[in-house]
């Protein structure tokens, strides 16, 4: 990825300001409510490495809409998230709409009925939630074009996710172009890649970690889990966004030293022990 010219490293510094010491009189719903929804017959790893994600990322309230024959595994490895039947779709709306942070299309597919309930959960998102869109739900809204809520949203494709929803072949996906695509569908957007590239309105960001060890699915979920419970702790949503990639890879990076391969689940197991040393760091002037 050739860097261009106003293209800005994410740093250690942005994330240390961004992740800050908790308060001693706080509580839970200080550390934001995290709606997941995904994780269809097929894919149930996908949200249960989303959800594990951001409530090792310090989520006060992880809930998870998924099908229903996902409930029993994901308890197995993650009690502190609660669950919703994501076929109840009333109910679940009901749920969505005291919620901080949104995280839909990890493992969501692309049938008829997913396509359905990513239309109905965009009808009913409204500001201040920020909405966290990734995987099938980036492929379905390429397909299906459909407005998108006036809330902060970020999005998080790989580079043919991204082909899909920008029209750019990988070949061309500069940061120009890029850039140009993000400023066009009106959202944030993190174009994951050995390099991950993030575009604001205001700005382009690159990444400077990352790892061939990250190669392996379920990492971008685990991303996707991470921004969400990143976007309901801090307050500038930018921030949180880059502070969510830059320690996604640093935790990858460290642990490839000595490991041919990472394993989304034990990126999310380092999560808190990061954070801490991120809170804990003295700011250099
Ligand atoms: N354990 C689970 O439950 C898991 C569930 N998952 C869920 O699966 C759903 C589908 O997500 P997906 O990314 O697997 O498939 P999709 O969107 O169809 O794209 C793949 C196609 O694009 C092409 N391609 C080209 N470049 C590429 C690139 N840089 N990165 C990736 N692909 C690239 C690629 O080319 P090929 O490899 O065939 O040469 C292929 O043709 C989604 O909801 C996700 O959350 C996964 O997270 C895994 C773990
Ligand atoms: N060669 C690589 N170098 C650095 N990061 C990589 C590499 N390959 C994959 N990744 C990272 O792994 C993640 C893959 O995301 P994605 O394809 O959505 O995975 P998932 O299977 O969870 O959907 C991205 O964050 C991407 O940046
Ligand atoms: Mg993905």
Avoid: C
């Amino acid at each position: 990825m050739k860097v261009g010219d106003n293209m800005q490293p994410i740093t250690s510094k942005l994330v240390t300001q961004t992740i800050i010491e908790r308060p001693a009189e706080s509580y839970k719903g200080n550390y934001g409510r995290v709606l997941l929804i995904g994780g269809n017959q097929n894919f149930g790893g996908a949200i249960i490495m989303a959800a594990t994600a951001a409530t090792y990322s310090g989520a006060g309230l992880v809930t998870v809409a998924t099908d229903p024959q996902n409930f029993t595994s994901l308890h197995a490895r993650l009690p502190e998230a609660m669950v919703v039947d994501y076929h109840q779709t009333d109910y679940l709306l009901g749920l969505a709409t005291n919620m901080d942070v949104i995280v839909i299309g990890p493992g969501l597919g692309t049938d008829p009925f997913a396509e359905r309930l990513l239309t109905a959960v965009l009808n009913a998102v409204h500001q201040p939630q920020r909405l966290v869109i990734d995987g099938s739900a980036l492929t379905l809204l390429a397909a299906h074009p459909q407005p998108l809520p006036a809330t902060p949203i970020v999005v998080t494709p790989h580079q043919m996710e991204w082909q899909r929803l920008s029209g750019l072949k990988i070949s061309e996906q500069t940061p120009t172009a890029n850039h140009q695509a993000q400023q066009k569908l009106g959202v944030i957007a993190v174009v994951k890649a050995h390099h991950t590239t993030i575009y604001t309105d205001q700005q382009v960001w690159f990444n400077p970690g990352g790892t061939p060890a990250m190669a392996t699915g379920g990492m971008g979920d685990t991303l996707a889990g991470m921004i969400g419970g990143f976007s309901g702790q801090f307050t500038d949503f930018t921030n949180a966004i880059l502070s969510a990639v830059y320690l996604h890879s640093t935790i990858a990076d460290d642990l490839a030293a000595s490991r041919y391969v990472v394993l989304p689940h034990q990126i999310s197991a380092l999560i808190p022990k990061y954070m801490h040393d991120f809170s804990q760091a003295e700011l250099d002037d």
